[in-house]
């Protein structure tokens, strides 16, 4: 028997047939109170036909229901009474309308929307800014994983190309009557000159012959290219140690996930999130593979963003260092984060190894060590480095008066030094003491 359908009984009404515990109520219910004057100040005009606050309600709700496809939210819009009734009857959008309001209106207000969301769930009580838990994880980039560039390589190759410069050019200058200060860019000038004034005709391809100007040239213009080149990878590159051709913002790294089990590098980013009372609270994507030189940052981004700071900060030994325990102490913030060798200061070997600069006596007014053999490393000098954010550790250098002839020279000592000498941070020590 054939069931007739008549389109016209269709209900108009959309919301009857939405059930009352569809996270969609919740949706429409929070991102309504939001602020949405950055967003509407994208438009140069008034909007066509869809307002922006449906259209971003429409991709928050796709994003809930692991829809991500522009394509796919509009054969939603079209077929998801839940996505017809947030358009209230609206015709659905053509997925290019939804792909240019993600890259192009969303891009600079997303994150004032995130945070407005936040200090939302604050007036709700749902989160107190007292407690945030941190941790990353590595996500592989939509990049090509061969078209890596090695900082190493850029600068070996830049050195070997300018003392291959340094011995050629002067030969050249000497040869056309040049200033032995004349730089590649001014040989180049020159040999374009020339080439005009004597009226050669630069060759190229099999089965021609070129003029010692055109090979002098294009030896020389090859040198000036090679060199720009070098110069705008290490621009590029920055304070990392490598890059991905077609992501340049990727840097290669070691990822958790190696099917492969050989260690392989992949382009890929850095992802920290903050998370409390079980809500996410702070998202940001880093070039850096450390977590250690991303803590920073990423309080500074959820200060910034909220306007406030969290009492506690929970992480695990991948954040810690002397750099981010100073800065919590300076903000009033406490650092619930073990130290790198925590696990292993509560082994028996480590701690019955008497020979290990943490086991040794020291005293701190005579700030020296005492060595099982009874001698004293006295204070030699300190040394100073600078953390990519300018941090500045001090390491103090304490070297034995006398390990000739010591029965625990074996055991205690390996280097190549004849004395022994141990470094270590006074700062980073106190502060492993304060949290152990």
């Given amino acids: 028997m054939k069931v007739l359908r008549n389109q016209l009984v269709l209900p108009l009404n959309f919301e009857i047939l939405i059930d009352e515990n569809d996270p969609v109520w919740k949706l429409t219910e929070i991102c309504d109170d939001l602020d949405y004057t950055r967003l509407y100040d994208e438009y140069l005009r008034h909007w066509r036909v869809i307002d922006p606050v449906v259209l971003f309600e429409i991709l928050v709700f796709a994003y809930m229901n692991g829809i991500y496809s522009s394509r796919a939210i509009e054969r939603a819009c079209k077929t998801d009474i839940r996505f017809m009734w947030l358009l209230q009857g609206q015709p659905a959008p053509d997925h290019s309308t939804f792909a240019r309001f993600q890259n192009e209106r969303l891009t600079d207000v997303i994150e004032d929307l995130f945070f407005q969301l936040i200090e939302k769930l604050h007036k ?54 040049l200033s032995e200060t004349a730089s590649l860019t001014d040989v180049v000038e020159f040999l374009l000159t020339a080439r005009n004034l004597l009226g050669i005709k ?19 213009y090859e040198y000036l290219e090679r060199i720009n080149r070098y110069h ?52 940001s994507l880093f070039p850096n593979p450390t977590d250690t030189t991303t803590l920073i940052p990423f309080l500074e981004r959820l200060r910034k963003g909220t306007g406030r700071k969290y009492d506690n900060i929970i992480a695990d030994a991948g954040y810690a260092s002397e750099e981010n325990y100073t800065y919590l102490e300076k903000n009033g913030q406490n650092a619930y984060i073990k130290p790198a060798d925590y696990e292993i200061r509560k082994t028996r070997k480590y701690k019955q190894n008497i020979y290990r600069v943490e086991n040794l006596s020291y005293d701190e007014i005579g700030d020296y060590f005492t060595c099982p053999n009874a001698k004293k490393l006295n204070h030699a000098y300190n040394s100073k480095r600078k953390t990519q954010n300018g941090y500045e550790v001090v390491k103090s250098y304490y070297v034995c008066e006398g390990c000739a002839g010591c029965p625990h020279r074996e055991k205690c000592y390996k280097g190549k030094y004849e004395n022994r000498k141990v470094g270590f941070s006074k700062t980073m020590a106190k502060q492993k003491a304060e949290i152990l």
Avoid at 132 to 160: C, H, P
Avoid at 254 to 266: A, F, V, Y
């Fill in 124 to 177: 709700l009580g749902e989160i107190q800014f007292r407690n945030i838990f941190i941790d990353g994880t590595k996500i592989e980039a939509n990049a090509n994983r061969y078209t890596f560039v090695w900082a190493k390589s850029v600068e070996k190759n830049l050195q070997k190309l300018n003392a291959k410069i340094n011995s050629e050019l002067p030969g050249l200058c000497q040869k056309y009557g």
């Fill in 202 to 220: 630069f060759v190229y391809g099999k089965g021609r012959r070129k003029t010692n100007l055109q090979r002098d040239y294009d030896c020389i």
């Fill in 232 to 283: 705008e990878n290490l621009a590029i590159l920055g304070s990392r140690k490598s890059y991905s051709k077609t992501d340049l913002d990727a840097t290669f790294m070691r990822m958790k996930e190696d099917h492969m089990r050989n260690g392989q590098l992949k382009p890929a980013y850095n992802v920290q999130i903050g998370v409390e009372s079980e809500y996410i609270v702070g998202v």
